[in-house]
């Protein structure tokens, strides 16, 4: 099994590998790594306390959504790695300018980190909306969850390193420095360093071509014999099979978007709480030094590897629907250690089960809803996703804060568990059949004719 998992490894094109060290470059830097340990932290050294986080945080994550779904549509029209390089740009420039906020006069200081921290998501949401369907579109069918799988282990590794540097840099700089932790130099220098790192990002995907389209061979159409469900009902998802490959927009498919949409929002509220508070929690709520947060975060991240390796096998045993489903009722589960046990081990513990459990279930949903999907509409959802997420992390961001302020954060973690199995229950209820990917659907549709 493990000599099957290396072969398919090496049927891998350049252009994965290089895309491969892109994104792990995100992971160190912005997705888990140095931004997510340190920038929070800065924020609160700069004297703000966390209803204003949650604020800086929300107003960048509502531009990340709001940026999804124009994101999609620049992909499908430029290119998904064209749109990708311009993301990480954006991504560097603004994130420089989040490195001078210290610069700025304390009236205008408010506003210049909301607006920087605005212009950063939007790069990140112009990154990431593309890479699913980039990846899809250098995959075949038997390499796709090994590579997905891949892409989100490397991501972690990335990270559990981002969040090791993160944590031990503001130390070493304010002995450099002559600083106490309580100033916030010392975090605006990790900062920079994950700033100037994208430059690495953008260089690998210059590197990469733009070929994947003339090495896929389009699938023919599918005429299905009903092409609208009926007006009087609402469609089921064996409406949705069969009429998903049509060319314009049809009920059936805007019904499927409306329902990934729904569970994206509730499903990844858990998980939206404790990326975004976490380190908050444990500073101003636990007392946990700096070094002790980025360990705890990248031990979290390293978690997540080789459950993730395993995906591949764990999907041809399970199913993506299943590991949907059960991963994420394990980081629900997660969450009671930090919504109930108020010590560092136990919101640690929490944390890193969280963190595990949703990336076998990002993976696996994106895997699940791609196949659904004809190629040309994959931007689309994918924008949808990402912008729907976005939502979500906006929402439990900007209120979160005030809900730490007027109920503490065991009270948030609650809520975001809650919501999150809500949305778990919206997905097993409406996927309750196993479904069968695009391609197999063609198969199966020309062998009947």
């Not at 990336?359 to 994918?382: C, D, G, H, Q, V």
């Amino acid at each position: 099994m493990f000599h099957s998992y290396l072969s398919t490894l090496r049927t891998f094109q350049r252009n994965l590998w290089l895309y491969f060290a892109a994104i792990s470059l995100i992971g160190f830097t912005v997705d888990g790594g140095i931004f997510s340990v340190v920038f929070n932290l800065f924020l609160l050294r700069l004297g703000y306390d966390p209803a204003f986080v949650g604020e800086v945080n929300s107003a960048g994550l509502l531009s990340f959504a709001m940026c999804s779904l124009p994101a999609g549509a620049l992909g499908g029209r430029i290119g998904n790695r064209r749109a990708m390089t311009i993301g990480l740009i954006v991504m560097m420039c603004s994130s420089l300018l989040l490195t001078f906020s210290q610069q700025i006069p304390d009236a205008l200081r408010p506003l210049w980190l909301m607006a920087a921290y605005m212009v950063f998501n939007g790069g990140l949401a112009i990154y990431f909306v593309n890479t699913a369907p980039y990846l899809m579109a250098f995959t075949s069918d038997e390499q796709r969850s090994h590579a997905f799988a891949i892409q989100s282990a490397m991501i972690s590794l990335a990270a559990f390193a981002g969040s090791l540097v993160g944590g031990v840099l503001p130390g070493l700089i304010a002995n450099q420095m002559g600083l106490t932790l309580e100033s916030a130099t010392p975090y605006r220098y990790p900062l920079l360093v994950a700033a100037l790192m994208l430059n690495l990002g953008v260089a690998a995907l210059i590197f990469t071509k733009d070929d994947a389209e003339s090495n896929q061979v389009a699938p023919p159409p599918i005429v299905p014999r009903r092409t609208y469900p009926s007006a009087f009902r609402i469609p089921r998802f064996t409406d949705i099979k069969a009429v998903v490959s049509l060319t314009h927009l049809d009920r059936a498919f805007l019904m499927l978007a409306l329902v990934i949409s729904i569970i994206r929002i509730f499903q990844i509220a858990g998980m939206a709480v404790t990326m975004t508070f976490f380190n908050v929690y444990m500073d101003d709520g636990l007392g946990v030094s700096t070094a002790q947060v980025g360990l705890l975060s990248g031990l979290g991240r390293l978690l997540a590897v080789p459950i993730v390796l395993a995906l591949p096998i764990l999907a041809n045993r399970w199913s993506h629907r299943n590991l949907v489903i059960g991963s994420s009722l394990s980081a629900v589960a997660c969450l009671a250690p930090l919504a109930l046990v108020p010590i560092w081990w136990a919101a640690g513990s929490g944390y890193m089960g969280v963190m595990a459990g949703s990336s076998i279930r990002y993976t696996s949903f994106t895997i699940f809803i791609m196949a659904l999907i004809k190629p040309e509409r994959r931007s689309f959802i994918s924008g949808l996703n990402e912008m729907t997420a976005g939502l979500s992390f906006a929402g439990m961001a900007f209120f979160g804060g005030y809900i730490i302020v007027a109920y503490g954060y065991q009270m948030l973690f609650l809520i975001g568990a809650l919501a999150s199995l809500v949305g778990t229950l919206i997905f097993w209820g409406y996927f309750r059949a196993e479904p069968r990917p695009f391609r197999h659907q063609v198969a199966a549709k020309a062998s009947a004719d």
